[in-house]
């Protein structure tokens, strides 16, 4: 073997495309819209790594195996990557349309404390009523009733008119 062994064409670009898409699907998955680039990346990456992996069975002997190595897990980065940003994608499109289609009854349900969570403990289902983040609404109120408040102004006009 004296030929001289050439890296396939997507052995750094796939990996580097699927490590940051993935990188990109974990850190933004409170935002849907940052799984947008993270799925073009690992599609974009996909496809280098299938077509340099189709170039490898073409002709192996043109290339290093260390190559092909790096290219199929590069493919497994990606394909990781894919379905994280895909699912968060999905959960994102899911909460922000409930909120779309109904924001009031959203905040209402805020304002309300009517958000619950329930917690399963093995055959038993035990449903714990808990306010998450609710606030309410305090209304000034007098410490006076309105009977005290009339019988004051009627005591402070008899004295203006004395």
Not at 37 to 61: H, Q, T
Not at 139 to 150: G, K, R
């Amino acid at each position: 073997m004296n030929e001289i062994q050439n890296k396939l064409s997507a052995d750094p670009g796939a990996m580097i495309l699927g490590i940051i898409a993935l990188l990109i699907s974990l850190v933004g998955c409170c935002c849907g819209i940052l799984a947008i680039p993270a799925v073009i990346m690992s599609i974009i990456g996909l496809v280098w790594a299938g077509k340099s992996i189709n170039a490898y069975n073409s002709e192996p002997e043109s290339y290093n195996p260390r190559s092909l190595s790096s290219v199929k897990t590069a493919r497994v980065v990606n394909i990781i990557a894919l379905v994280l940003s895909v699912i968060g994608f999905l959960v994102a499109l899911l909460w922000f349309g409930s909120v779309i289609a109904n924001p009031e009854n959203i905040f209402e349900q805020l304002e309300n404390g009517e958000f619950n969570r329930t917690y399963e403990y093995g055959d038993d289902t035990d449903s714990a009523n808990e306010e998450i983040d609710t606030w309410e609404y305090e209304e000034s109120t007098d410490t006076l009733n309105d009977q005290e408040v009339i019988e004051m102004e009627i005591q402070q006009e008899d004295t203006l008119r004395n």
